[in-house]
């Protein structure tokens, strides 16, 4: 349909990050008749999410930088959008944005489409020349929203003047009707029945702290030996979680599964779902777990601490404290009736997450910038 407002996401990667399984759930949402969805990403490794996109009928585009020192990129996007022009390019991730704004800004006005820009992230854990790029390049947008007040918390007070917060969500009842892998999930790792299954799905990166989530592990096991951890994730640091995985002698306590493309179902399987984070955004596994009713432990880092409440909805430690970690799962295992009371909170407070309620918004915000 030519009447349909076109947009481009431009993000870094699309592996199975947080910020990236948000577009997955999003592109499933949004009125297809009224918004032509596209998206186009940097690092030709980092491709995970592809079939999912391309299913949903997104066109997903690689501009193939293998070195993101090498910013010749931006002249592939410009050739891009000047032999295919779009309305609108909301950018996912901030090295991207920053470069993005500037090809956008050399384009003739008349094809020149509006930015919108999403942050995932607090500023204060991008590299500086990233968040020194953003700080000069985020006025040039004609939308800005985090997805947390802590995200918004760390930019220049004039970026937090046109900053909206909002919670970008996950397909929840879909994520719920998973629950029914209860069994078979469990029966394929090898759980008994009456065994406590901790969980996480984490990517393999320094913000997910899984040092933090490996030693608390350990510690539990040394309490309570049957109990039994399921953790997912892969990432560049998969050497040194594989490493102090044997190092702590976890073999037979805790699976390390790698990457899972259904870990939401693995988590079905879980009695407890645990994040031990240094710093965060909004984790979507959070939004994930809470969905499926888990009971969850949570470092209180980022916008977890807004969206989470402690002994309410979730257990909330300090970042980088295994021991505190560790008391946590442990106090869950347990104790059954606290499993379900928190479990039972968490899944109420899901549909605070439901994609629907973030993409009304965001095509709201898509009509208003696009001046036809």
């Given amino acids: 349909m030519t009447d349909r407002i076109s947009v481009l996401w431009l993000v870094k990667g699309l592996g199975p990050g947080g910020a990236e399984r948000l577009l997955v759930a999003a592109a499933a949402a949004h009125d297809r008749d009224a918004f032509d969805l596209q998206v186009v990403y940097l690092l030709p490794w980092k491709q995970h999410l592809v079939p999912e996109l391309e299913a949903l009928g997104v066109r997903c585009t690689c501009l193939d930088v293998r070195n993101e020192r090498d910013v010749r990129w931006a002249a592939r996007l410009r050739a891009k959008l000047r032999a295919e022009p779009v309305d609108i390019v909301h950018s996912h991730s901030p090295y991207a944005a920053a470069v993005g704004r500037l090809v956008v800004r050399s384009l003739p006005r008349a094809s020149r489409p509006a930015l919108v820009a999403t942050e995932h992230n607090p500023w204060s854990t991008f590299k500086p020349p990233t968040r020194y790029a953003n700080a000069w390049t985020a006025w040039l947008d004609d939308a800005d929203l985090a997805v947390s007040d802590e995200a918004r918390a760390s930019m220049s007070r004039r970026q937090r003047e046109r900053t909206e917060v909002l919670v970008h969500g996950v397909d929840v009842s879909a994520i719920a009707k998973l629950r029914a892998e209860r069994a ?119 916008g977890i601490p807004d969206s989470f409440h402690d002994d309410v909805d979730a257990v909330l430690v300090d970042p980088g404290d295994p021991d505190a970690l560790a008391d946590a799962i442990e106090r869950l295992a347990g104790d059954e009736a606290l499993r379900r009371r928190i479990g039972d909170a968490a899944q109420a407070r899901a549909s605070d997450f439901d994609v629907k309620r973030a993409v009304s918004r965001i095509e709201a915000i898509y009509r208003s910038v696009v001046k036809r």
């Fill in 184 to 302: 078979a999930v469990r029966e394929e790792l090898g759980v008994e029945p009456e065994a406590v299954l901790v969980g996480t799905v984490a990517n393999y990166h320094p913000k997910k702290d899984w040092p933090n989530v490996l030693r608390a592990a350990r510690l539990v096991a040394d309490r309570d030996p049957s109990i039994r951890f399921c953790l997912v994730g892969q990432g560049p640091l998969e050497d040194d979680v594989e490493a102090l995985h044997r190092e702590l002698h976890l073999d037979g306590i805790v699976t390390l599964t790698g990457y899972r493309p259904d870990a939401v179902r693995l988590m079905a399987g879980c009695d407890v779902f645990v994040l031990g984070s240094k710093w965060e955004g909004l984790p979507v596994a959070l939004m994930e777990a809470s969905a499926l009713g888990l009971p969850i432990v949570a470092t209180r880092v980022g």
